[in-house]
């Protein structure tokens, strides 16, 4: 069975500084993998997702994420972050092939500081 | 297009009751997937749909179930409600080669 760590469950940083939220995961076969972003009170948002291809992932919010295959590792980052990042953020994996359960790490919460 | 769209968005229950949790996909999208945020944590698959069809189901006791209907909206139902049932159910679906899913805002389920 896959599992996701999120190693940090909180990350502060200052307004303009840049970030990384990391991810590792742990799976015998091939994944795919995905990064959400949930703000308080509502539901969750992809930020960007890995199927296949280049390991360089770009998404929305200017947000970049990078597959790493011998580290088993999904770090997120964004090389300024805003107020409006302030949020959860879950590293989600699945089995390849299609219409497999997500499995969640649990969560990185960033705040950003002014 | 709509999104996904899950009713209601709160309700408060109280516990040995039953609730019945509703979901409508993107249209065009066939499999809906159900999912539990307790407070705190990351999402825990619960069940998932696919053409009516239970694809899979996740470490949930029998108090818990599910169906799609034909216009692949879904229900997700919960017998003899626990103060530990109070959570945020949300709901996916999955279009075609269902490699992408997308979230709802949620139920926020209370049991008091």
């Known amino acids: 069975a896959q599992s996701v760590t999120q190693l940090d469950s909180q990350v502060p940083v200052f307004e303009e500084a840049p970030v990384e939220l990391r991810c590792n995961y742990s799976?015998?076969?091939?994944?795919?993998l995905f990064w959400y972003v949930q703000y308080p009170n509502q539901g969750l948002q992809l930020l960007l997702k890995y199927l296949s291809g280049s390991t360089l992932v770009k998404g929305i919010n200017g947000f970049e994420a990078e597959f790493n295959k011998s580290q088993t590792s999904f770090h997120l980052r964004k090389p300024s972050v805003h107020i409006s990042d302030t949020a959860e953020y879950f590293c989600?994996?699945?089995?390849?092939?299609?219409?497999?359960?997500?499995?969640f790490g649990t969560g990185t919460q960033l705040k950003v500081e002014l | 297009d709509a999104g996904v769209t899950q009713s209601p968005t709160h309700l408060i229950k109280t516990r040995g009751q039953h609730v019945t949790l509703r979901c409508s996909p993107i249209s065009g999208h066939k499999s809906v997937s159900w999912y539990q945020q307790v407070l705190g944590q990351g999402p825990q698959f619960i069940f998932q749909?696919?053409?009516?069809?239970?694809?899979g189901r996740g470490n949930f006791p029998d108090r818990f179930s599910a169906r799609q209907f034909p216009n692949y909206s879904s229900e997700l139902n919960v017998n003899a409600l626990l103060l530990g049932d109070s959570a945020l159910y949300l709901c996916?679906?999955?279009?075609?080669?269902?490699?992408?899913?997308?979230f709802g805002s949620g139920t926020r389920l209370t049991v008091v």
């Open positions: 749909y696919y053409e009516k069809e239970e694809r």
């Open positions: 799976s015998s076969v091939s994944v795919y």
């Open positions: 996916a679906s999955q279009g075609a080669g269902l490699r992408g899913y997308t």
């Open positions: 989600a994996v699945t089995l390849t092939g299609g219409g497999n359960k997500l499995t």
